[in-house]
């Protein structure tokens, strides 16, 4: 599986720019899209205001604790808009790398009677037709319609092994940016300038241009109301402060620096400049696992998916079925059906016609022979016919389905034997395929192919059912081959003779249901399904019209990353639940901090709630905001990294989650806010 080079999670020049964009992301307008740091931001300004005024007239407080508020509630403020940068600038790397694949390249548009002309990229059109020739770079997306060629696309996929695209079927694509290595293409052309793959991809991948998540729009819903009410909550104290004062004769009441400190460390800040950071950096995982998503929304599903259809060529098992036993017929030995076996392979080129070649060499030590001296005569395989083989030296031999041969031995006047049925029979409720090897008029036995199910794949069904995973096999095989290889990889249920309407009807009943279902495709006939499921992966190798209906597009068009995929949508949740646990329970510590620091000198009986021992009640509420910034900082890597994921079931990893990050949060602003108060005694600034 083919991964982009993963950059250091603090590589220099992407911290260099981070820095940078930073300060620009001061900007209120930028700050407005987030309403918890909006309000630090807010209160940022309103006590840098404080500070320049209790600087210019002293009063009951010190110049230097307002300007220390102000500067850490600053400090806060860069620090997420720092997190932000650095999930984003990790995007706009990959960005550069791409734009850098994109260039101006002169291409041959064809005319009428087959003459062509020679045009800037520029200005090609939707449909417009181009011959690309070995050598020569794809000008933009588009299909093949004529020829077969290797293309090199490492400049998009990071693979350097080139890859075969061909007119008709399900590998026509072709990507803008990529070179084609050998013989020509003819291309009808599917985009017009600055709106191909590559484009979108560069657009995807800058985390500016990524729109919210409707999860992340709810939390940002729930964070803004938690503020609101904190809000209002803090604007009561000042006047509540002051009555209580007057009431009892004696005390000081809370000031406009203190309610400002006290309201930052009671919204959740610590969530609240992180959460951009963490759905952008999901979105970068993706792409280092080659992966595009033209959707945030499909991230998120991915780790909510509880169904997912795979196709079995290719993602269950190897994609083609091999030889794995010759079975003779009464009378004849099992050396000389593979000679005969072999005799009708020899001029093959299917991997089913090599793999009997290599069975038969490997059990028998048959090697290949040069019959063409001998006027051998190769009869090619036909759906008419359903049958190949070989004629020569007066031997006729053929190989085929089991109703062909059987028809075939007929009308050469034998009889096909009752004992090869039963062995044809055997191995299709095995979930084989069997093909019978003929010479004249005999039958002499059956060649048992098999769906070989790729190494492992039974396990990583098992970790999809451990996570509430449900796993459906889609095959066009008959209901009996097709059980028998859903049981032999493990999957938990298996759909035959699957037609395109049958997928989509398959995919709208788990839809009904209430379950979100994942599906992969690369062919036009699987768009209808993948526009109906709720996380489409279309291949970059398949048809144009696939990756249009699809939200994510693998560039490996490797069908198993549906598995991977899986599990970086549930990591993304995981890390944003587990960082939204971890802020509400850190806020509710800093109650015990600042509170009782708040409302000392107006209460002087809430110093015996000082649980921590902090030394003054400036020194308390110094501590919890320098702490309230100092945490963004800490958990920036967790942010951009994600919580390490494995599979599990979702009660279970709700259990630890809360016990790690929940506990967690309660525990460590004790034990923060403490060493930084003894800091700041130690220093003399408290």
Not at 538 to 553: D, F, I, L, R, Y
Not at 583 to 602: E, L, Q, R
Request: with cysteine; charged share 20%; hydrophobic share 45%.
């Amino acid at each position: 599986m083919s991964h982009r080079k993963a950059r250091p999670l603090f590589d220099p020049p992407i911290v260099k720019r981070a820095l940078w964009e930073s300060v620009r992301k001061l900007n209120p307008r930028h700050q407005l899209r987030n309403p918890v740091m909006f309000t630090v931001f807010v209160g940022s300004m309103f006590t840098t205001v404080l500070a320049i005024q209790a600087a210019a007239r002293p009063g009951d407080e010190s110049p230097a604790f307002v300007a220390g508020i102000a500067a850490w509630l600053w400090f806060t403020v860069l620090f997420a808009n720092f997190a932000e940068a650095m999930a984003e600038g990790r995007g706009k790397a990959q960005a550069d790398a791409l734009r850098k694949s994109r260039q101006e390249v002169t291409a041959r548009r064809l005319s009428t009677h087959k003459l062509y002309e020679e045009v800037a990229s520029s200005q090609l059109r939707k449909d417009d037709i181009v011959i690309v020739k070995a050598g020569e770079q794809i000008p933009l997306d588009g299909e093949a319609i004529e020829g077969v060629a290797s293309v090199d696309e490492s400049a998009i996929t990071g693979e350097s092994a080139p890859v075969i695209r061909e007119a008709g079927g399900d590998r026509s694509a072709v990507t803008g940016g990529t070179r084609v290595l050998s013989d020509h293409l003819v291309i009808k052309i599917t985009s017009s300038p600055g709106e191909s793959f590559l484009d979108r991809m560069i657009s995807m991948v800058e985390g500016a241009k990524r729109q919210k998540t409707p999860n992340e729009i709810a939390l940002d819903i729930l964070l803004a109301a938690m503020t609101i009410v904190f809000l209002l909550a803090c604007t009561t104290l000042v006047p509540l402060s002051q009555f209580s004062v007057l009431a009892a004769g004696k005390g000081v009441p809370i000031t406009l620096a203190v309610t400002v400190a006290l309201l930052v460390c009671l919204i959740p800040t610590t969530i609240g400049g992180l959460l951009s950071a963490i759905g952008i950096a999901g979105m970068d995982r993706m792409i280092q696992a080659n992966v595009i998503a033209t959707s945030g929304r499909a991230v998120e599903a991915a780790g909510d998916i509880d169904v997912l259809l795979l196709d079995k060529t290719g993602t269950i098992t190897l994609g083609n079925r091999e030889a794995v036993e010759f079975i003779p017929a009464a009378g004849v030995t099992a050396e000389q059906l593979a000679d005969a076996a072999q005799l009708s392979s020899l001029a093959d080129e299917t991997p089913e016609g090599r793999s009997i070649v290599v069975l038969a060499k490997t059990k028998f030590g048959l090697r290949g022979r040069e019959i063409e001296p001998m006027g051998a005569k190769f009869v090619p395989f036909s759906a008419r016919t359903r049958m190949s083989g070989i004629d020569f030296d007066g031997r006729q031999i053929r190989k085929g389905a089991v109703d062909a041969i059987q028809s075939y031995v007929r009308e050469k006047g034998g009889k096909f034997p009752s004992a090869l049925r039963d062995q044809v029979d055997q191995i299709s409720h095995k979930g084989g395929t069997p093909l019978i090897v003929a010479e004249g008029r005999q039958a002499l036995g059956v060649i048992y192919l098999k769906d070989i199910v790729k190494g492992g794949m039974k396990e990583r069904f098992a970790q999809l059912r451990q996570m509430g995973i449900k796993t459906v096999m889609i095959t066009g095989d008959n209901p009996l081959t097709a059980a028998a290889i859903a049981a032999e990889a493990g999957v938990d249920d298996f759909l035959a003779e699957a037609t395109p309407e049958a997928k989509l009807q398959m995919i709208r009943d788990y839809q009904a249901g209430g379950r979100l279902v994942a599906m992969t495709g690369d062919g036009t006939n699987d768009s209808p399904a993948l526009a109906q499921a709720d996380v489409a992966v279309a291949m970059n190798s398949g048809t144009q019209a696939a990756k249009e209906a699809g939200n994510m597009v693998d560039l490996d068009s490797n069908p198993t990353k549906l598995i991977e995929i899986v599990e970086i949508g549930k990591q993304l949740l995981m890390t944003r639940g587990s960082l939204t646990t971890f802020s509400i329970a850190n806020d509710v510590s800093k109650y015990f901090a600042i509170i009782p620091a708040a409302f000392a000198t107006t209460y002087p009986e809430l110093t015996q709630l000082n649980v921590m021992g902090l030394a003054s009640p400036a020194s308390a509420i110094l501590s919890a905001v320098i702490f309230n910034a100092l945490i963004i900082v800490f958990l920036i890597p967790l942010a951009l990294r994600g919580v390490k994921y494995r599979s599990a079931a979702a009660a279970q990893l709700l259990r630890e989650n809360l016990l790690i990050y929940g506990l967690g949060g309660l525990l460590v602003p004790f034990a923060g806010i403490k060493l930084i108060d003894l800091a700041l005694v130690g220093l003399g600034l408290a």
